[in-house]
T-cell receptor
């Protein structure tokens, strides 16, 4: 399968624990995005990378959140000291700059539940 | 801040009836994109509209971009049970036309009764 993949698909953790999610974009895509989606809402932008550079971060992304894309391929999103309000679906998307419309292809998401 | 709003939030129709969802942006958009998310799934890109007044069709789906490039609509003719899901519109964040950062509406969830 050559689509965007995310791991794990589900994560249940206790409040205060750290969690890390991984996203593998479509191989030739140079942009990678992280979004968060809660029930009944559309995806909310968190951050994005062009190659290995993190170019923009949302104000939603508190200092407990950090994202990396060390070699311009896969990316990780870490949440430290999780809170119940962090419970959501975390979606990754990738795109190829230069193509018409910069179409974003989403992965299946990681559903985080913080107890 | 910039907002993208969709109405209605939910729509229940009988199979075979038509369905329309409306999208309004607080700012002028360079383009508008539509995504579909099936229950338990992830957003899947449907289409992008760029030109003022543009109309595009995909089989039973008709997408329209308003003249002022601040609103859009998606119309489904003769709905089928396979059309069930949530339809999102999304536009580039103002000042971010080259980043791809998207602002999504809250979506319209379509239920189709067979």
């Amino acid at each position: 399968d050559t689509g965007v993949s995310q791991d794990p698909r589900h994560k249940i953790t206790k409040r205060g624990q750290n969690v890390t999610f991984r996203c593998d974009p479509i191989s030739e895509h140079n942009r990678l995005y992280w979004y968060r989606q809660t029930l009944g809402q559309g995806p909310e932008f968190l951050t994005y990378f062009q190659n290995e550079a993190q170019l923009e971060k949302s104000r939603l992304l508190s200092d407990r959140f950090s994202a990396e894309r060390p070699k311009g391929s896969f990316s990780t999103l870490e949440i430290q000291r999780t809170e119940q309000g962090d419970s959501a679906m975390y979606l990754c998307a990738s795109s190829l700059v230069g193509t018409s419309g910069d179409t974003q292809y989403f992965g299946p998401g990681t559903r985080l539940t913080v107890l | 801040g910039q907002q993208v709003m969709q109405i209605p939030q939910y729509q229940h129709v009988q199979e075979g009836e038509d369905f329309t969802t409306y999208c309004n942006s607080s700012t002028t958009l360079s383009n508008i994109q539509w995504y579909k998310q099936r229950p338990g799934g992830h957003p899947v890109f449907l289409i992008q509209l760029v030109k003022s007044g543009e109309v595009k069709k995909q089989k039973r789906l008709t997408f329209q971009f308003g003249e002022a490039k601040k609103n859009s609509s998606l119309h489904i003719t003769a709905t089928q049970t396979t059309d069930v899901g949530t339809y999102f519109c999304a536009g580039p964040a103002t000042g971010s036309s080259n980043t791809g950062k998207l602002i999504f509406g809250q979506g319209t969830t379509l239920q189709v009764k067979p």
